[in-house]
């Protein structure tokens, strides 16, 4: 009996594995990015490296916003010796500080010529409730309000740079948040506060896009899929093998993040959200016009960044 269930098991991770394989799509653009400057944050590891050594493969300035330096630093150098691109730079990024976020975007406008993309992949799950010292909720500061601020402080720059574009790393699960005026800086649950920050994200992908209309700056979120990421580390051995045959591996996850970054011909889709390199139904969720601008202006106010947004309506 144990070696009929155990063919049963391998059998359907076998298909499980087929079926991953099928369904999954990759990043077809060509595009050089010689000449051109992209910031990806949480660039030293997971979906993060993968977006980063993609675009050094392709030519251009990449800048790892990271929070660990040393970390940040042994991915530089991994990235510099397989794609030969010297022109690959550490700038630390601390988005649960709204300082770090602020002093990180003044440096890059400081330093930087052009901006050609920004990638907000950087985030974090499963932390328990703690405020941080700029009265936020940590993991909605982390995943929503400080991306939102970066991105807000960057904009000219952007513009500035145009056609430019701005990703926003979201999750599917934001199918099942529940984000209110209300709980917009509370702390819901490790899994509640995770979907309504990632829904947090696609509202801002939405009306900062209405806002931008006028612009050749465009703005996409999306969602990359479940990886197989370093987070799996700590669990048991033969449930990370499991998790090999269902989950995607961190250069697989990376392909929507790319093709949203990269592929030519979609800007007329600023504002919407992508699944395995396509356009997808807004999400139920995220289909209340006035909820999305009322959360929009209490976030502007929260991350004391009213004045950009006013500038960016005008």
Known sequence: MFFIVL???????????????????????????????????????????ETALEFAKRGARVILACRNEERATTARQKIVRETQ???????????????????????????????????????VGGLE???????????MQINYFGPTLLTMLLIDLLKKSAPSRIINVSSMIARFAKLTPENLNSYTGLVMS??????????????????????????????P?????????????????????ILKTPEEGAQTTLHAALQQGIEHYSGRHFEECTVVPTYKTAKDEELIRTIWDQTMKLIQCEKESLKLSS
């Open 129 to 139: 409730h703690s405020m941080t010292s700029d009265g936020l909720q940590l993991l």
């Open 7 to 49: 063919f049963f098991l391998l059998v359907t991770f076998i298909l499980i594995k087929f079926r991953k394989k099928f369904k999954q799509k990759w990043c077809r653009s060509k595009v050089c990015l010689v000449g051109k400057t992209v910031i990806v944050t949480g660039a030293n590891t997971g979906i993060g490296y």
């Open 85 to 123: 691109n010297e022109n690959v730079v550490v700038q630390i990024l601390n988005l649960s500080s709204m300082t770090s976020v602020r002093k990180f975007a003044k440096n890059i406008l400081d330093t930087e010529e052009r901006l050609d993309i920004l990638v907000n992949n950087a985030g």
């Open 225 to 245: 899929g479940a990886i197989n990421s370093e987070l799996f580390r700590k669990i048991p051995r033969f449930l990370r093998l499991i998790g090999k045959f």
């Open 194 to 223: 995770y979907s309504n920050s990632k829904l947090g994200n696609i509202f801002f992908t939405m009306r900062l896009a209405q806002l931008l209309a006028n612009s050749n700056l465009s703005v996409f979120s999306l969602h």
